[in-house]
């Protein structure tokens, strides 16, 4: 790819979701018909070819100049094990598709020999959605049109251009500031059962929208909206035992966290390291 100032126009790609579809699409189960559990068997070709097709597919559907995959570390864990410890445990035993790691790694290795100036996105201690969620608000800061293709629901706490190639009808979505920071603050405060992040006990999306839209387009009101859920909760007994944290600020906080999917100058890119958001 060039470089960044001769962009025009980029579609950003979840690797995570591609290479879900492409592992599980090259498997065919044989049922031997004697009792046994099917045989599964998987052919890398095919895996190749389910690849090709659908990033090409998904980069069509935006009309982009160019497209960006966008990886999950599979070396370090996530940062956001250290700020919620019970983060994607219930995922502890699950086995990825035979053909994830190999496809993972031939496609990196296809893009390196493609676009050696920036082959694609992967950073330490991040999973794809905080590579898409930076390179989104980087590149739209930079005057760069960007769209996120995904059909993860938390990308839309990330502003700007967003596409779910899973839609019957699929159209680019346009995220402003405010709705995203809305839709953050509402995963902070209901959680997300995907991701294992429990946000305040007892609360579920329908009280969190009472609780936010009043607010709406104002983040500290929202936040301290968030805030004065966690202490009703933490009043009541039968809820408080649910609390991962022995203090309701810190839970908030904790699910704050863990919910916000990166932007722009959350991260160092020298280190490592994540800025985490602070009130």
Excluded at 26 to 44: R, S
Excluded at 103 to 108: K, Q
């Amino acid at each position: 790819m060039a470089n960044d100032r001769e962009y025009k126009s980029v579609a950003l790609l979840d690797a995570d979701i591609l290479l879900y579809i492409a592992s599980r699409g090259a498997e065919d189960k044989i049922d031997w018909g004697d009792g046994d559990e099917a045989m599964v068997i998987a052919d890398l070709d095919k895996g190749k070819a389910i690849l090709t097709d659908t990033v090409n597919a998904w980069w069509q559907m935006t009309g982009m100049d160019l497209y960006h995959i966008c990886f999950s570390d599979r070396v370090n864990a996530c940062f956001r094990n250290e700020v919620y410890p019970i983060y994607k445990l219930h995922r502890a035993g699950y086995k990825r598709p035979e053909l994830y790691d190999p496809l993972s790694d031939w496609l990196m290795r296809r893009e390196r020999e493609d676009n050696p100036h920036r082959p694609y996105g992967l950073y330490d201690f991040l999973e794809a959605d905080d590579a898409l969620g930076l390179l989104q608000t980087m590149w739209n800061q930079l005057g760069i049109d960007t769209c996120i293709v995904s059909i993860d629901k938390d990308m839309l706490t990330i502003p700007g251009k967003h596409l779910n190639p899973n839609h019957e009808d699929p159209a680019i979505r346009q995220v402003d500031l405010e709705e995203a920071d809305y839709n953050w603050m509402t995963q902070t405060i209901s959680g997300d059962r995907v991701d294992n992040y429990k946000g305040a006990p007892g609360i579920g999306a329908a009280r969190a929208a009472k609780i936010l839209d009043p607010c709406y387009g104002n983040l500290e009101a929202m936040w301290q909206g968030v805030l004065q859920g966690y202490d009703d909760q933490w009043l009541k007994p039968n809820w408080r035992t649910k609390f991962q944290f022995d203090d309701p600020y810190v839970e908030a906080l904790a699910n704050a966290r863990c919910a916000r999917i990166l932007r722009e100058g959350d991260y160092n890119y020298e280190t490592g390291k994540v800025n985490l958001w602070t009130p």
